[in-house]
C-alpha cells in the first residue's frame, strides 16, 4: 500500500486558513489523493480527491504540487466544527482498498 | 438514502462469547469494507467484498473472525470466540467501484465492541 505522510497534530484559530500537509513521494502516476476526516466518535467522511489538478468543493480545496509528491488540503476559514482527524490516502488502480495512516489531528481554537 | 447502517451501536459481551455485527451498505453500492479502529493501531482495513464476493481478507486477524456478505444489501462480521483485545470500534463502509476505480466510500457510525 502507498504510504502518506502526514504531521500528528496541527493547531489553527478559529476563522483562520488551515493548510494540512501530506507528503507521497512514492506515487504513481495514476494514483488518486483522496482526503477524508474523521469527528469525534463518527465514522470518516470523505472531503475532497484530485489527480493532478487542483480542485475546490463546498468544504476545502485540495492543492497539489507540480510533481505530485505532496498535497495540501486547505480549509479556508476553520470552524470548531473542523475539529477532527484529518487522513491523506492514495488510491491506487491495483486495488480497490482504501489504507489509512495515522492522520493529522487538527485543533482549532476559539 | 439513510448512509450505510451498522447496527448494533454498541455492544458489550463476555470473553468467550460470539459477537455478531451487522452492516447494510448504499443501495447501489457494489463494494463493501470492514475496518477495525483502536487507539493503537489505528484505522485497519479488515476485509472487503465487491460484487458479494470476499477480494481481499488478508487484513483478518485470525480465524476467530469471519465475514459474510450473502446479498447486495447486507454483510456481517462474526467474532467467535471474542477475546478483550478485540475491543475497538468497528466500521462499515460502502463504495461504487468501476474497474479499478473507486468512487469514494461511505462509512457507518461504526459498532463499539467492548469484550469484558
Known amino acids: 500500500d502507498a504510504k502518506t505522510t502526514q504531521p500528528n497534530s496541527m493547531e489553527s484559530n478559529e476563522e483562520e486558513p488551515v493548510h494540512l500537509p501530506?507528503?507521497?513521494?512514492?506515487?504513481?502516476?495514476?494514483?488518486?489523493i483522496h482526503w477524508y476526516r474523521q469527528l469525534p466518535s463518527q465514522g470518516p467522511e470523505y472531503v475532497i480527491h484530485g489527480l493532478t489538478s487542483n480542485v475546490n468543493n463546498r468544504m476545502a480545496s485540495l492543492?497539489?504540487?507540480?510533481?505530485?509528491?505532496?498535497?495540501?488540503l486547505i480549509l479556508h476559514r476553520?470552524?470548531?466544527?473542523?475539529?477532527?482527524?484529518?487522513?491523506?490516502?492514495l488510491e491506487q488502480l491495483t486495488g480497490n482498498q482504501?489504507?489509512?495512516?495515522?492522520?493529522?489531528?487538527?485543533?482549532?481554537?476559539? | 438514502?439513510?448512509?450505510?447502517?451498522?447496527?448494533?451501536?454498541?455492544?458489550?459481551?463476555?470473553?468467550?462469547?460470539?459477537?455478531?455485527?451487522?452492516?447494510?451498505?448504499?443501495?447501489?453500492h457494489n463494494?463493501?469494507?470492514?475496518y477495525r479502529q483502536?487507539?493503537?493501531?489505528?484505522?485497519?482495513?479488515?476485509?472487503?467484498?465487491?460484487?458479494?464476493?470476499?477480494?481481499?481478507?488478508s487484513g483478518m486477524p485470525e480465524d476467530r473472525f469471519s465475514a459474510k456478505?450473502?446479498?447486495?444489501?447486507?454483510?456481517?462480521?462474526?467474532?467467535?470466540?471474542s477475546e478483550p483485545r478485540d475491543s475497538a470500534v468497528y466500521f462499515c463502509a460502502s463504495s461504487f467501484t468501476v474497474g479499478p476505480r473507486d468512487y469514494g466510500y461511505t462509512f457507518g457510525s461504526g459498532t463499539r465492541l467492548t469484550v469484558v
Open chain 1, 22 to 32: 501530506c507528503n507521497h513521494s512514492t506515487i504513481s502516476g495514476t494514483d488518486y
Open chain 1, 63 to 72: 492543492a497539489i504540487a507540480e510533481d505530485r509528491k505532496s498535497s495540501t
Open chain 1, 78 to 89: 476553520a470552524t470548531l466544527r473542523d475539529a477532527a482527524v484529518y487522513y491523506c490516502i
Open chain 1, 98 to 110: 482504501f489504507y489509512f495512516g495515522t492522520g493529522t489531528s487538527l485543533t482549532v481554537i476559539p
Open chain 2, 1 to 28: 438514502d439513510a448512509g450505510v447502517i451498522q447496527s448494533p451501536r454498541h455492544e458489550v459481551t463476555e470473553m468467550g462469547q460470539e459477537v455478531t455485527l451487522r452492516c447494510k451498505p448504499i443501495s447501489g
Open chain 2, 31 to 34: 463494494s463493501l469494507f470492514w
Open chain 2, 38 to 57: 483502536t487507539m493503537m493501531r489505528g484505522l485497519e482495513l479488515l476485509i472487503y467484498f465487491n460484487n458479494n464476493v470476499p477480494i481481499d481478507d
Open chain 2, 69 to 81: 456478505m450473502p446479498n447486495a444489501s447486507f454483510s456481517t462480521l462474526k467474532i467467535q470466540p
